[in-house]
């Protein structure tokens, strides 16, 4: 598979996270059910490894391909149920809402990435970007919602990036569709914070998969980025930086936003 149109079936150390929105009072992920979209790969692989680890009651695991996970449900046979989902499908997406009616952690990983600068970026690679990782995730977020919040609430974590919010020229179409899940994101946790659903969003920079590593981009390995995001979740964080790189590129981006906008073309 060429870079240009990889797609992911989505694709612990010390860090700063930032914009704490209070810890919840237990966890949000022993004995929870969770519902990982782009579960069969990459970073989704790893976050089901130790979402098991972390005795979740039971996990939906999606990718467009079922057949994919076979590994995934080899984990644990008895508690990850394999789910055939494509995110851009907004009819699918009713249908897993549906079947996982018992969810009460939602996260969206499934994503799309194609390298290519703006002005030469085929147009349909971009437009699958933004179907992707804004559209589908969206359409997530407004079908899981109310599930979560029948459940007695819980929590809806959105896989974003860096790239959202200081673009990286070599990635134009897949940080514009992060900048937007990035303002969405923002925009339903003030919605459904009363209803008793915590909004994350989850900023790391490159990851070393897959989908994801340019050899111009540094990266973090899955396994580190995992381990943060779902640290982040437990501490209640907003907005998680989720590995080393993302905490010190945080802590640019929030004294001067500029600053990591040239960092990020000098990549």
Request: hydrophobic share 45%.
């Amino acid at each position: 598979m060429t870079q240009a149109g990889r797609d992911s079936e989505g694709d612990p150390a010390e860090q700063q996270r930032g914009g704490s929105g209070g810890s919840p009072s237990e966890s949000r992920l022993t004995g929870g059910v969770v519902f990982l979209s782009g579960a069969n790969r990459g970073l989704g692989r790893v976050l089901a490894e130790m979402l098991l680890a972390n005795d979740v009651a039971r996990l939906y695991a999606a990718a467009r391909n079922p057949d994919a996970l076979d590994e995934v449900v080899a984990l644990d046979p008895d508690r990850v149920v394999p789910v055939a989902l494509d995110t851009t499908d907004h009819d699918a997406v009713d249908a897993a809402a549906a079947l996982a009616g018992d969810t009460t952690v939602l996260i969206n990983n499934a994503g799309a990435a194609a390298f290519a600068p703006g002005l030469t970026a085929p147009p349909d690679d971009v437009a699958r970007e933004m179907a992707t990782n804004f559209g589908g995730t969206y359409a997530m977020v407004r079908a899981f919602a109310p599930v979560i919040e029948g459940n007695g609430g819980g929590a809806i974590v959105n896989v974003l990036s860096m790239a959202g919010l200081a673009a990286i020229p070599p990635l134009t179409g897949y940080s514009a569709s992060k900048a937007a899940a990035h303002s969405m994101t923002q925009a339903v946790r003030a919605e459904l914070r009363p209803r008793g659903v915590s909004v994350h969003g989850v900023y790391p920079a490159g990851i070393g998969t897959e989908m994801l590593a340019h050899p111009s981009i540094p990266h973090s390995s899955p396994q580190e980025v995992a381990a943060g995001i779902l640290a982040g979740v437990e501490a209640g964080d907003e907005d998680i930086f989720p590995c080393a790189l993302s905490s010190a590129e945080a802590e640019v981006w929030r004294v001067d936003p500029k600053g990591l906008e040239r960092q990020h073309t000098s990549h």
